[in-house]
């Protein structure tokens, strides 16, 4: 019983990921040319996300500077979500929805990229990150699940969606991760050319 359960999650995190390849396959192309151009410019990428999506932010950020399958110079990004004292600046009422809006402002530039990460994309915090990216004139990149939540009803025409169809949060941060993947591949490819990557 345990087993089959097991060989089940599987086969649909497969089967999303399949059905989803032709459908992602635009936007997540989009994001990396939006991003390529920004960080060829001077520019970086802010990434955020709450909850696990918190986790796909900052390894996203890793593999944006320090290189993702192969060595190349380091490019500008800054995951939003690892600064305690930010995150719950002392003195201050506890108040989640600024978190990442405030670093926004204080840090995004016109040319650079907010990386928005949400399955459900409701999150107060990160609709507020959005207009603090759209302030400052920056396209946005965001990833959500479903049908893209309040996230999606904010995006402006220069903005990039890359939204998982599915109901299951498990399943829609599988295929997140995959996408963030290949972002950071994608931007390699961009810089560096096609290159095949050792095993």
Do not use: W
């Not at 040319?33 to 996203?60: D, I, R």
């Not at 600064?83 to 719950?88: E, I, K, N």
């Not at 402002?105 to 990460?117: F, I, Y």
């Not at 949400?118 to 507020?128: D, K, Q, R």
């Amino acid at each position: 019983m345990l087993e089959q359960r097991i060989q089940t999650a599987f086969i649909e995190s497969a089967d999303l990921k399949y059905q989803s390849a032709q459908t992602l396959g635009p936007p997540i192309a989009a994001a990396v040319q939006a991003m390529a151009v920004s960080v060829t410019s001077g520019g970086k990428v802010l990434a955020c996300g709450t909850g696990a999506s918190a986790a796909l932010a900052q390894v996203f950020a890793a593999a944006f500077v320090c290189g993702f399958e192969r060595d190349r110079p380091e490019l500008g990004a800054i995951a939003l979500t690892t600064d305690g004292t930010l995150l719950a600046p002392p003195g201050a009422e506890p108040d989640a929805v600024p978190v990442f809006s405030r670093q926004v402002r204080a840090l995004g530039h016109a040319g650079d990229v907010l990386l928005a990460v949400s399955p459900g994309g409701n999150c107060a915090s990160m609709v507020a990150a959005i207009d603090a990216a759209h302030e400052r004139e920056m396209v946005v990149v965001a990833l959500t699940g479903r049908h893209g939540g309040r996230m999606a009803g904010m995006l402006r025409e220069t903005d990039i969606h890359i939204c998982v169809q599915h109901d299951r949060a498990a399943r829609v941060f599988e295929v997140h991760a995959l996408a963030l993947h290949c972002i950071c591949d994608g931007v390699d490819a961009q810089l560096l050319g096609e290159q095949e990557i050792p095993i």
